[in-house]
């Protein structure tokens, strides 16, 4: 009976497991809780809500518009020394660009080149054109479906062999041209490729993931998070003590009082 008992708590703690996995991950693009192809969860950088002066302070895929308050915070951090590179290529940062002073923007649409390592021409080759030490030591870099980024100085430049291929149909088009796919003014960098920093493409990019482990994400406004509940109702739980210790309370209490009704 006493080895049949622990069969099932056996079988009980694996679905235990199998559930917590499921419930914990997320299929979102860009999330730090997804971790297949499209997720960020082999960054492994730290995110915060208010960055220290002087930080190198990543946005990844900005999902949502910023208050007076946060762009303050931003220009804060800008002012101090800090770095803030902004990766978006649907054109949602814009608002913010102009709201720092920035004449920086990101120009959505469907870039594609002939100086490619894969069959989709939207994946192909960008080469560093400046001085940047998310860049350090970097000749060349795979991207993944950017966006042109219009002013500032260019850091990062297609070959003259690229077109916007604004019908998908994946043929060359007739106006090729370099395209500037990110650029600074300043301390504020601007990158049209969030896809750099999704799994599938750390492998493809090893140096500039290497380049970025001093950063922190900003968790505010990322597409790194999560609109699952129970995620961020654990993580809420994870980074606020009273509530772990109160949870581990109210898993201890009626073993406490099992073993109490026993001995009397």
């Known amino acids: 009976m006493r080895r049949e008992a622990w069969v099932i708590l056996l079988l009980l703690l694996l679905a235990g497991a199998t559930a917590y996995a499921h419930i914990t ?7 730090r809780h997804n ?17 220290p002066a002087g930080a190198t302070l990543l946005l990844i895929a900005p999902d949502k518009p ?16 800090g770095t803030l590179i902004i990766a978006d290529k649907d054109g949602t940062a814009n608002p913010l660009l102009a709201a720092l002073g920035s004449t920086m923007r990101v120009q ?4 594609s080149s002939l100086e490619r390592d894969h069959i989709d021409p939207r994946i192909f080759r960008v080469h560093v054109t400046g001085n940047a030490t998310i860049f350090a030591g970097i000749e060349t870099l795979l991207v993944n479906r950017p966006a042109a980024i219009q002013g500032g ?8 062999l690229t077109w916007d291929d604004t019908d998908g149909d994946g043929r060359p088009g ?19 490729d969030p896809g750099l920093f999704i799994n599938a493409m750390h492998n493809e ?9 001093s950063a922190l994400i900003d968790r505010t406004h990322s597409g790194t998070g999560t609109k699952n509940p129970i995620i961020n109702t654990l993580t809420w739980i994870q980074e606020t003590p009273p509530a772990g210790a109160a ?5 201890i209490l009626p073993v406490a009082y099992h073993f109490g009704r026993k001995r009397e």
């Open 25 to 31: 991950t997320t299929t979102e693009d860009y999330s």
């Open 35 to 51: 971790i297949g192809w499209n997720g960020t969860s082999g960054l492994g950088l730290e995110e915060v809500g208010d960055p």
């Open 66 to 81: 910023f208050t007076e308050e946060e762009v303050g915070y931003l220009r804060t951090l800008l002012d101090s020394g």
């Open 108 to 111: 959505p649409g469907n870039l």
């Open 153 to 160: 100085e260019a850091l990062l430049e297609t070959s003259p």
């Open 174 to 192: 007739d106006t090729f041209g370099k395209r500037v796919v990110c650029a600074r003014e300043g301390n504020l960098i601007v990158l049209g």
């Open 205 to 213: 990019n090893p140096e500039f993931i290497g380049n970025l482990q």
């Open 247 to 251: 949870l581990a309370a109210l898993a």
